[in-house]
């Protein structure tokens, strides 16, 4: 039973690290295992992907998955992999992400089934807030000795830092004795014997391993799986506007889309093991498949087409690769209009615009002063007049001649005309 999800994850690439034993483990009975999330956000964000994909495939395994929401710790803050400490929230914000990471862990995992291995959600501030500071380190503290804590590199990295200011908080020191903590808790309270996560969380993750074993008189499980990089060396997970969210008010469907999509062609062979449940066959027949035609760009559109449909909606992706191919499309104007300002703006995002008032526009617009007087998206009339003689220049992707006269025909939305010259160039004007 369980030695197919440990040979899922190796030749998925997704295993970085797991304890002695725990195929063995596996193999005996159905088994609970738990992923820990930071709920410092209503959203998570595809850097939580790995983890989601690790319980995804245990429950599919038949073992039953664990989300855990922190929101005791999301009180204290994580050393692992930061460098600065965390703001801290208050229990009804808290509370408000739980609800909201939930729904977003739905897509992932079964919650309502009747079946043994259903998924559950839990948060540690449930067990958390009953606990006094006294009644914490006489019961949990005296159990795990400084020299054992010092040796995490967690806190190694973070004390041998050369800047003081960025020293370790005592807080953040005992974070790994609540993680530790969480683990003997779930280990009592559902007989949940492996705690999986990041590669960076292993120091955490024993440390609870150790407290069962020290406290519970038992033996708890680590698994880890690597963290993604991207093969140019830039942060995985990130764009230009920070974290890739899997809230769609976040992170348009459009946006995350591309995300996929403009993968190299080594990170898109990677990332289709670990973010979709395409089997080992169809995996490979796509990797040959592009190998032979890769301008096609066939592991790229099956990547995001997988984790799109799995993340928003079949309907979602069906429009972001509309939106993609708009620039296009023979019907530009009918088929942008069907797309709403949010992803109509995604798609220009970066083009240079200018605005006009609506009674300015009102008044009668042609197309010299459309690309340069009015806009100043050509840099003269002299220019915008031999563009058009070229017959470079387009309306909405139309093109047109130096006697077209703009009208509110032309507006998209009621206020957007898409100027263009040649196929490259577009420039937005803006009717306000």
């Not at 499980?221 to 830039?234: E, F, M, R, V, W």
Request: aromatic share 10%; with cysteine; hydrophobic share 35%.
């Amino acid at each position: 039973m369980g030695q197919n999800f440990v040979e899922e994850l190796k030749w998925r690439g997704m295993i970085h690290d797991s304890m002695p034993g725990v195929e063995e483990h596996l193999a005996e009975a159905m088994r609970s295992a738990y992923v820990g999330f930071d709920p410092t956000a209503d959203s998570l964000h595809i850097g939580n992907l790995v983890p989601i994909m690790l319980l995804a495939h245990y429950q599919r395994c038949g073992h039953k998955p664990v989300a855990l929401v922190g929101g005791a710790t999301g009180m204290i803050g994580d050393p692992s992999g930061k460098s600065s400490e965390r703001n801290l929230l208050d229990e009804k914000t808290l509370r408000h992400n739980q609800e909201a990471i939930k729904k977003q862990l739905s897509h992932f995992l079964d919650f309502e089934s009747d079946a043994p291995n259903a998924a559950e959600l839990v948060n540690n501030y449930d067990w958390m807030k009953a606990f006094s500071f006294l009644g914490f380190i006489r019961d949990v503290g005296k159990h795990i000795t400084v020299n054992y804590m010092m040796a995490k590199d967690s806190v190694k990295n973070r004390i041998s830092s050369e800047n003081t200011s960025d020293g370790m908080s005592f807080t953040e020191f005992t974070y790994q004795l609540v993680q530790g903590y969480d683990f003997l808790h779930l280990y009592r309270d559902r007989d949940c014997t492996i705690q999986m996560g990041g590669s960076d969380q292993w120091g955490n993750i024993t440390t609870g391993t150790e407290l069962i074993r020290r406290i519970g008189n038992g033996k708890g499980y680590a698994i880890t799986c690597p963290l993604i990089t991207k093969s140019d060396g830039s942060k995985f997970g990130k764009s230009e506007g920070g974290n890739v969210w899997l809230d769609a008010n976040r992170t348009s469907p459009y946006k995350f889309y591309q995300y996929w999509l403009n993968s190299s062609d080594e990170d898109a062979a990677k990332y289709i093991k670990i973010f979709t449940f395409l089997s080992q066959d169809e995996i490979e027949n796509l990797i040959k498949e592009h190998a032979e035609m890769p301008h096609m760009r066939l592991l790229q559109k099956k990547l995001a087409e997988e984790i799109t449909v799995m993340v928003h909606s079949k309907e979602e992706y069906e429009n972001a690769v509309k939106a993609s191919q708009i620039l296009f499309s023979k019907s530009f104007k009918e088929d942008i209009v069907t797309l709403g300002e949010k992803t109509f703006l995604d798609v220009f995002e970066g083009v240079k615009q200018a605005e006009l008032s609506k009674s300015e526009f009102d008044e009668g617009l042609d197309m010299i002063g459309a690309l340069s007087a009015k806009t100043g998206f050509l840099n003269s009339n002299g220019e915008a007049r031999r563009a058009l003689k070229e017959n470079a220049i387009a309306v909405n992707k139309v093109k047109v001649t130096e006697d077209y006269q703009l009208s509110s025909e032309d507006l998209i939305n009621d206020k957007y005309i898409i100027l263009s010259r040649g196929k490259k160039t577009n420039f937005i004007l803006k009717v306000i």
